[in-house]
């Protein structure tokens, strides 16, 4: 598979992770800023694999956020990218309060964890 395929699938997972907390609606306000990734093993067409994600931090315009593709017990893929929310002139602008209680209130949940 192309590398960018794991991009994708982290994409993907923050799109269901956002949608399980109701907070999807807005989804094309939230361009990449920066990504990372680190590639352990290739993927391949047909791979089952296993996005996990976790949620980093909540800034005043932005949200960071770590993952990993695992398949079975190898990590394919670690990877951290950050989504800034802004507005119709593309400009940051801080983070809805829906969206903000929403993270925030998920993010000290798994802190307790």
Request: net charge neutral.
């Amino acid at each position: 598979m192309h590398f960018s395929a794991g991009l994708r699938y982290a994409e993907a997972a923050e799109a269901g992770f956002r949608r399980r907390l109701g907070i999807l609606d807005d989804w094309g306000r939230y361009p990449r800023r920066t990504i990372s990734a680190t590639f352990h093993s290739m993927l391949r067409f047909d791979d089952e694999l296993e996005v996990r994600l976790r949620l980093e931090s909540v800034g005043t315009t932005s949200i960071s956020w770590a993952w990993e593709i695992v398949r079975g017990a190898e990590l394919c893929i670690e990877g951290r990218h950050v989504a800034v929310h802004v507005g119709a002139d593309q400009r940051p602008r801080p983070l809805p309060a829906a969206v903000r209680s929403s993270l925030e209130q998920m993010h000290e949940a798994e802190a307790r964890r």
